[in-house]
């Protein structure tokens, strides 16, 4: 199983709302990332997770919260967002943490609307 | 962070082979050069990878110049399937865990 998973696929959430994005991986990897997609754009880091502990944050404003609470788990809780976070958001995981080689696997993303 | 440069867009016919390149002239010698892909509405793919060497898989091959500062990804018989955004990225010991992005080359493939 190369699958990961992400869910919801679609959230419309205003700006004083509190939701969270979940993302499902049983490949045994050890690594997980969130990368932020606006439309014609390409994916930007936002946070990677090397053994369940929090390795890079790309300065990501507060508003945006990871959580690994499992090798196979990983959330980003959202409160507070502007329009301007609007984007899809993409999980993906790599078997190591820094490898050369390493390989990311994808998911299919969030696509998030805030109004 | 080494850089590379691809064409915003490339256009192709059904069934012929596609060259995509990709120039990174500031590549360092332990840097690896990985091509993803991304379909509409999917997230990016893994598609090949390589560090000196010509590399072939069932999805691409690989073609790596001599002073490494540039590559093509080919796709031997394009299908509909290929329309994608292709996306060359450098990946080596300095950057760590960061995986950045190019603007990538949007490609169109014509029936």
């Known amino acids: 199983d190369t699958e990961v998973t992400q869910t919801p696929k679609h959230l419309v959430m205003g700006m004083t709302n509190k939701k969270s994005l979940k993302c499902e991986q049983h490949m045994g990897h050890r690594a997980m990332y969130w990368y932020k997609q606006k439309a014609k754009k390409p994916p930007e880091l936002m946070f990677v997770?090397?053994?369940?502990?929090?390795?890079i944050n790309e300065s990501v404003p507060s508003r945006f919260s990871p959580e690994c609470p499992n090798s196979s788990l990983l959330n980003l809780h959202l409160h507070a967002l502007q329009p301007e976070d609007s984007a899809l958001y993409l999980c993906?995981?790599?078997?190591?943490?820094?490898?050369?080689?390493?390989?990311?696997?994808f998911g299919p993303g969030t696509r998030l609307l805030v109004l | 962070d080494a850089k590379t440069t691809q064409p915003n867009s490339m256009e192709s016919n059904e069934e012929e082979p596609v060259h995509l390149p990709c120039n990174h002239s500031?590549?360092?010698?332990?840097?690896?050069i990985h091509w993803y892909r991304q379909l509409p509405s999917q997230g990016p793919e893994y598609v090949i990878h390589?560090?000196?060497s010509n590399v072939n898989n069932r999805m691409a091959s690989l073609a790596i110049a001599e002073d490494r500062k540039s590559s093509t990804l080919i796709l031997h018989r394009a299908t509909l399937r290929d329309a994608a955004v292709y996306y060359c990225i450098l990946r080596g010991d300095n950057y760590g865990q960061n995986f950045v992005f190019g603007p990538g080359t949007r490609l169109s493939v014509l029936p």
């Open positions: 500031t590549i360092s010698g332990t840097d690896y």
């Open positions: 993906a995981s790599s078997q190591g943490t820094s490898g050369v080689r390493e390989t990311q696997y």
């Open positions: 997770y090397s053994y369940e502990k929090l390795s």
């Open positions: 390589g560090l000196t």
